[in-house]
């Protein structure tokens, strides 16, 4: 039988290419998403059609509540998604401790699951500048991992897989179309509306529309306007 895998899914470019990657490497996937309280539910909603379109064998979603503390954009709606273009400093679309809560959401459900492989489709290259995106933390929560689970101490070693932390967007669309991603089903952006149609001004937006048009592909994305 194949290894099993949890796999984040927020519904948009990158994690569903993570979600295809591990597919392809042969994996048994186990999708879970996040409701954590972000501005918009039509990113849910892709991670529903994604995974059933990429054949994943289970998907959950799991409800928290990052308003209670707010502190971004995209869990205070008293604070405005930022459109001026990127920046060097940490945008305030960065949700506190949100990558840190999803792989403890994941590690659990993967302990559950007797698995020892969870797949992030965090980004190093072209991305916001998130601290929770860099190998760093990732490497740091993956020993942590180890040293707090009761499958880790019986001597089942966690992995955690992080397929396009090193890829340029570009890069990221050109791999997941090999692997059958369709990309019309993601939404990306901070603020799109209910039909998950994209604002195409906010930092996600101007992110992943430079992607496409870096790989020469038609960009697939459902503009507001």
């Not at 590690?107 to 797949?119: K, Q, S, V």
């Not at 860099?134 to 101490?153: G, V």
């Not at 570009?170 to 993601?186: A, M, P, R």
Request: aromatic share 6%.
């Amino acid at each position: 039988m194949s290894a099993k895998a949890v796999v984040l899914l927020s519904g948009g470019l990158d994690s569903a290419t993570a979600l295809a990657i591990a597919k392809d490497q042969q994996f048994e996937c186990y999708a879970l998403s996040v409701d954590y309280g972000q501005r918009h539910a039509a990113e849910l909603s892709a991670a529903k059609k994604i995974a059933q379109a990429l054949d994943a064998t289970a998907h959950k979603i799991i409800k928290i509540d990052l308003t209670a503390f707010g502190g971004s954009a995209l869990t205070d709606t008293a604070l405005e998604v930022p459109i001026a273009g990127e920046n060097t400093d940490i945008p305030i679309t960065y949700v506190p401790a949100r990558n840190t809560i999803m792989l403890s959401l994941a590690l659990a459900w993967a302990e559950t699951l007797n698995c020892r492989d969870i797949f992030i489709g965090v980004n190093a290259v072209d991305y916001s500048g998130y601290p929770d995106c860099r190998p760093a933390f990732i490497q740091a929560f993956e020993n942590m991992a180890n040293l707090a689970t009761k499958a880790a101490i019986e001597g089942k070693k966690l992995t955690i897989h992080t397929p396009v932390i090193d890829l340029s967007k570009q890069d990221i669309i050109q791999t997941g179309l090999e692997l059958g991603v369709d990309y019309s089903l993601t939404v990306s952006c901070y603020q799109a509306d209910e039909a998950g149609n994209a604002c195409g001004v906010c930092d996600s937006c101007r992110i992943r529309r430079k992607g496409f048009t870096e790989a020469g592909i038609a960009d697939m994305t459902r503009y507001q306007v």
